[in-house]
């Protein structure tokens, strides 16, 4: 059991005081500011490259086929072009600026300010990864790149179609796509994005006798048509991405590095720049563009409507 020694001083105890500093308790740590993880590029395989620029080449404009040949007959020429095409490798930054009193006097200051760093450097990847415009120092988003919603053969019929038979049309859309006309390019959609938001109002979805009708997964999946939906606030609440995450391709030239030092006057202030950066790619063959589909929920239904 503990005691609280009491002292008189002009005639006050000082009990008080004393009891203040020995019931204060310091939690160790910061609280870091809330957000969300990174997830949107993990969706991808990261493979490394070695140059500035990533090239590749790309079929296009076939002629001919393979053919039924007679005997003495001629036989069926195919040919194609060959179109190079290239991606260039762009940086990502941040940067803190702290005291070396600061690192030196806060416990654990220098791990959070590199946890922070890292959550930011992940964050504005993933954004890229996903929105990314194409333009200046931005990569090209995959939601930039993916094709339209048509509802492809379901559209115009659906009677009072719902958020459920918008993501069946749109895998539907990505198995039957033809980069060749007539014939079907084999895409396979493993993936759904979603708002939580609307995750959840698919689930609260019920039919005239106040039945559920999102169909029954295991505890903890979602899953459309076997299909798994991956649900991050940062994906824009009603929209969708679907798309067959084989036929991204994200290039890392340099994985996330930390650095410290001056800059200016830094070093006569005792200042410090410690600073995170990573170089990467991402881009979709345009061959493979059919293999995403992205819309809104309210367009899409409206394109599946029975006519």
């Known amino acids: 059991m503990s005691t ?3 002292i008189i001083v002009d005639d006050d105890f000082d009990c008080i005081k004393h009891m203040t500093l020995l019931l204060n308790q310091f939690e160790s ?31 296009k404009n076939p002629d001919g086929g393979a053919g039924m040949t007679a005997e003495a007959a001629a036989k069926s020429q195919a040919d194609f072009d060959l179109v190079e095409a290239k991606a260039n490798v762009k940086k990502i930054t941040a940067y803190i600026k702290t005291s070396k009193e600061a690192l030196a006097d806060i416990p654990a200051l220098a791990g959070e300010i590199n946890g922070e760093l890292m959550t930011l450097v992940g964050l504005k990847k993933d954004a890229q990864v996903m929105l990314g415009d194409g333009t200046g120092n931005n990569l090209n988003g995959a939601i930039t790149q993916a094709s339209a919603f048509t509802g492809g053969a379901l559209a115009s019929t659906i009677t009072a179609p719902n958020n459920y038979d918008v993501l069946v049309a749109a895998i539907t859309q990505i198995m039957t796509a033809e980069v060749i006309s007539g014939q079907p390019a084999g895409f396979l959609a493993d993936t759904i994005v979603l708002n939580p938001v609307d995750v959840a109002a698919m ?5 005239l006798n106040e039945n559920y009708i999102f169909p029954v997964t295991l505890p903890g999946q979602t899953k459309v048509m076997e299909v798994p939906v991956v649900s991050n606030a940062r994906m824009t609440s009603g929209s969708f991405l679907v798309m067959d995450s084989t036929k991204g391709n994200l290039r890392i030239r340099e994985g996330i590095t930390f650095d410290i030092g001056y800059e200016n006057d830094d070093f006569t202030k005792n200042l410090v720049t410690i600073l995170a950066e990573t ?9 493979h563009t059919k293999a995403f589909v992205t819309g809104d929920f309210t367009t899409a239904k409206a394109a599946l409507v029975i006519s």
Do not use: H, W
Request: proline fraction near 6%; include cysteine.
């Open 4 to 6: 609280i020694k009491c």
């Open 29 to 59: 740590g910061i609280t870091a500011i809330p957000r969300s993880q990174p997830f949107f590029a993990d969706l991808f395989a990261q493979v490394p490259t070695t140059g500035n620029t990533v090239s590749y080449a790309e079929m």
């Open 279 to 287: 170089r990467l790619t991402f881009y979709i063959k345009s061959n």
């Open 203 to 207: 689930k609260l979805t019920k039919d």
